[in-house]
Nanobody
Framework: QVQLVESGGGLVQAGGSLRLSCAASGRTFSRYAMGWFRQAPGKEREFVAGISWSGGSSTATHPVKGRFTISRDNAKNTVYLQMNSLKPEDTAVYYC????????????????WGQGTHVIVSS
C-alpha cells in the first residue's frame, strides 16, 4: 500500500516557476514508477510526466517538454515536478500516481493516487 500526498501548488504569474512534491508513505515506494497527471476544469485528466522506479528514465508529454522536469529521491520517498516558464494553459489540479504502467499515458494503469494540488497560472 502506498499513500501519496502532493504539495507545492499555488498561484503564479505566467513565466514563473513552481516545484511540486509528492511524498509517499510505505517502504515499497522505490518499486513503483511514478507519474504526474493534471486535470484542468472541464477537461479530462492527462499525463504530464513519468519516471521509472530507479529514476534512470523519464518521459514527458510534448506540451511541457523543455519546461517541466520530473525527478525522484527514493531515500526520501518523494517525487518532484519542477515547472518552469509556466503558461496559463498549465492551470490545473496536478496529481501524482504510482504504479507499473506499460503505457505512461494510461491513468488506469496506475494503482495509487494522491488528492491533488492546485496550480493556477495568471496571465
Amino acid at each position: 500500500q502506498v499513500q501519496l500526498v502532493e504539495s507545492g501548488g499555488g498561484l503564479v504569474q505566467a513565466g514563473g516557476s513552481l516545484r511540486l512534491s509528492c511524498a509517499a508513505s510505505g517502504r515499497t515506494f522505490s518499486r513503483y514508477a511514478m507519474g504526474w497527471f493534471r486535470q484542468a476544469p472541464g477537461k479530462e485528466r492527462e499525463f504530464v510526466a513519468g519516471i521509472s522506479w530507479s529514476g534512470g528514465s523519464s518521459t514527458a508529454t510534448h506540451p511541457v517538454k523543455g519546461r517541466f522536469t520530473i525527478s525522484r529521491d527514493n531515500a526520501k520517498n518523494t517525487v518532484y515536478l519542477q515547472m518552469n516558464s509556466l503558461k496559463p494553459e498549465d492551470t490545473a489540479v496536478y496529481y501524482c500516481a504510482a504504479g507499473v504502467p506499460s503505457n505512461w499515458y494510461a491513468a488506469r494503469e496506475y494503482d495509487y493516487w494522491g488528492q491533488g494540488t492546485h496550480v493556477i497560472v495568471s496571465s
